[in-house]
């Protein structure tokens, strides 16, 4: 299940929670990852707490992933994901596309730390399957991808004095 909080945010109101639904879904198949999946799409603020208390890092930041521990998952209960709305609008103006396909492009990433993948501490394995699935679901760059490769940025034209 979507939850929007606050839910009347300028962010908020141009999305549509049936659409992010059914994308979510076809991405948690794709993934493979079985059991429920909350998803509080929330602001800089909220973000920031839960990247403090969870993991000592006092900084907003775009997608957290908590998988549910063992017992939890056992039930039925893959874990819980946070999107920050504000710099997902940011990073969608930073890359030319909707906050709807940045949301998108977060919930995947998301996804993929839920079923076990990591990043930070594999040799490229979730990138490449971000990469692959990234295309199967026509999706725009993979974040990981964005993170470790540089954008590329018009060319500015000089002007002639």
Do not use: C, W
């Amino acid at each position: 299940m979507i939850t929007i909080e606050p839910p009347s945010s300028a962010e908020a109101l141009t999305l549509s929670k049936p659409a992010l639904s059914r994308f979510f879904n076809r991405a948690q198949k794709a993934v493979g990852l079985e059991g429920s999946v909350e998803v509080l799409l929330a602001d800089d603020a909220t973000l920031k707490r839960l990247n403090k208390s969870f993991r000592g890092k006092n900084k907003a930041t775009d997608v957290l992933s908590f998988p549910s521990p063992d017992e939890m998952y056992d039930a039925g209960m893959a874990g819980d994901l946070a999107i920050s709305l504000e710099t997902a609008a940011r990073q969608a103006a930073q890359y030319g596309h909707t906050l709807e396909i940045e949301l998108r492009v977060l919930m995947l990433h998301g996804l993929l730390h839920l079923a076990g993948e990591d990043h930070e501490t594999d040799n490229g394995e979730m990138a490449a399957l971000e990469d692959q699935l990234r295309q199967t679901l026509k999706l725009p760059v993979s974040l990981i991808d964005r993170v470790t490769k540089p954008v590329k940025k018009a060319a500015t034209k000089r002007a002639k004095a």
